[in-house]
């Protein structure tokens, strides 16, 4: 099993185990961990029924929808911050003691802005960095569909074997959004992966080679109850 080394960049998190970062899966969204692993039928509000008579499978069992939320670490917020606007401008309020976590940043001439979020953004000053084995390097980037939060980080590549002193990361605030972002909220998801070259290949096929592709697939993977992936291909990942 490989490691990651986190290295505090703050002397408040000396103090306090609040801000430590913790494995995406302690940030499964409550509204995912709360869903039916079974379709309903809006017309009976009984479970849907296949053909075979088997309960139709949700999002709740895609296993690709699973590892989402579970892959790779999560460096959360180490204390609540207040957004105002004034003017229709946007503004952060922070604790003294932690007001070098959280700035603003004038615009990235030619960035683009995502729509519906405030042209004018912030930056995180991370209070940790990842330290990682020779070889690989981290995605840093926006909780992976935490549609939720009223944020967006921006995304980068570090070669973290290398360099593991955090940075000033921007993100932008939703149109709309004041209030609270509170204590402890994810806001910049990171996953190890290893540095590799590739090369692409495309492989064009015919007509009867696409149906025979999706017909082979058919026979392995629409069986009665439907799951097969995750319980014969799918492989589990750890992060602790």
């Known amino acids: 099993m490989k490691k990651i080394i986190f290295h505090s960049n703050r002397e ?4 306090s185990n609040d801000d430590h970062p913790e494995p995406t899966s302690k940030f499964i ?10 379709i309903t039928d809006p017309r009976t509000n009984e479970h849907a029924l296949n053909f075979d008579g088997t309960k139709m499978l949700s999002y709740k069992s895609c296993p ?11 460096i959360k917020t180490p204390c609540d911050l207040f957004f105002y606007e004034e003017n229709n401008e946007i503004f952060v309020k922070v604790k003294r003691e932690y007001k070098d ?3 603003e940043r004038s615009p990235m001439k030619g960035f683009p802005v995502p729509a519906g979020y ?11 960095a990842p330290e990682l084995p020779e070889g690989y390097s981290a995605i840093h980037l926006s909780p992976i569909n935490r549609f939720d939060l009223p944020f ?9 074997d290398k360099v593991n002193i955090p940075g000033l990361i921007p993100f932008f605030v939703k149109k709309g959004f004041t209030g609270i972002v509170p204590k402890g909220t994810p806001y910049m ?8 070259d590739w090369e692409m290949e495309l492989n064009l096929h015919t007509p009867e080679e696409i149906f025979n592709r999706f017909t ?3 026979e392995t993977f629409r069986k009665p109850g439907g799951n097969v992936y995750r319980t014969k291909f799918w492989t589990r990942r750890k992060y602790l």
Not at 29 to 38: A, I
Not at 119 to 126: D, G, I, N, R, T
């Open 12 to 15: 408040y998190s000396l103090h």
């Open 152 to 160: 967006i980080t921006v995304g980068g590549i570090i070669d973290n």
């Open 189 to 196: 998801q990171i996953i190890p992966f290893k540095r590799e």
């Open 64 to 74: 690709a929808l699973l590892d989402i939320y579970t892959t790779g670490y999560m």
């Open 118 to 128: 405030h042209e004018k953004h912030f930056h995180w000053y991370a209070q940790w």
């Open 216 to 218: 082979k697939s058919s």
């Open 29 to 38: 969204p409550e509204w995912y961990l709360k869903s039916d692993k079974y």
């Open 101 to 103: 976590f959280c700035g």
